[in-house]
């Protein structure tokens, strides 16, 4: 089975705090995503990797980063949170069929 | 602009009964077209999905219906359950990267 973990369940930061969400899985796939999740908008692309250190634009990308220097690992960066960015926050891995989803991570900017 | 338009955002179905859910898409170059289910707590999963060159695909009590002319599609879920409550996502994808538009979702709850 593909595991998609993610470094954190709940996440509670601050203003102006730098934030890191880490996305881990094991299958070897070539591209991962972040999306974000919103009661009423669904599921909203972030940003995508297709392959190490290489990294494209989704629809909402305002705000935030994204690292990856392994291809197994694939970091979502805030670099300055802001209570508009409070969220669930979904990484996801894929194969031609099917997009494998972690837990996700519920942040939580005060 | 909302590539894939989901209708309803909510749905309250009796046990036993049929649920609906519509999906529209404007964009002819999706060639695949997904639907996830998710669990609270639980990131969504893949339930069932089609492809634009056959009108239904059935698993179990679940089939997709598609309507490439009309670029419309809808999930059933015949003999709904307590178990089936969850949100349902229809999702679109196409082009490069294996890059999925979704839907907004439709949370379903099936109430014995």
């Known amino acids: 089975d593909v595991k998609v973990t993610q470094s954190s369940r709940y996440l509670v930061k601050r203003t102006g705090e730098k934030v890191f969400l880490e996305c881990v899985q094991d299958m070897d796939h070539e591209n991962m995503f972040w999306y974000r999740q919103d009661p009423g908008l669904g599921l909203r692309l972030i940003y995508f990797?297709?392959?190490?250190?290489?990294?494209e634009k989704g629809d909402i990308p305002e705000g935030y980063s994204v690292s990856r220097e392994k291809k197994e690992r694939f970091s979502l960066i805030l670099e300055s949170a802001s209570t508009n960015q409070t969220s669930m926050y979904l990484c996801?891995?894929?194969?031609?069929?099917?997009?494998?989803f972690g837990p996700g991570t519920r942040l939580t900017v005060l | 602009q909302q590539q894939v338009k989901q209708s309803p955002q909510s749905l309250i179905v009796q046990k036993g009964g049929i649920s609906i859910i519509n999906c529209a898409y404007e964009?002819?170059?999706?060639?695949?077209f997904p639907w996830y289910q998710q669990f609270p707590g639980k990131g969504p999963a893949l339930l069932i999905a089609?492809?634009?060159?056959?009108s239904e695909k059935k698993e179990g009590r679940f089939t997709i219906s598609f309507n490439k002319s009309a670029k419309q599609f809808s999930l059933h879920i015949m003999d709904s359950q307590p178990g089936d409550s969850a949100t349902y996502f229809c999702?679109?994808?196409?082009?490069?990267?294996?890059?999925?538009?979704f839907g907004i979702g439709t949370k379903l709850q099936v109430i014995p």
């Open positions: 990797s297709y392959d190490v250190k290489m990294k």
């Open positions: 996801a891995t894929t194969t031609e069929a099917e997009q494998f």
């Open positions: 964009n002819t170059a999706f060639d695949y």
């Open positions: 999702a679109a994808q196409g082009g490069g990267y294996q890059k999925v538009t």
């Open positions: 089609i492809r634009p060159d056959v």
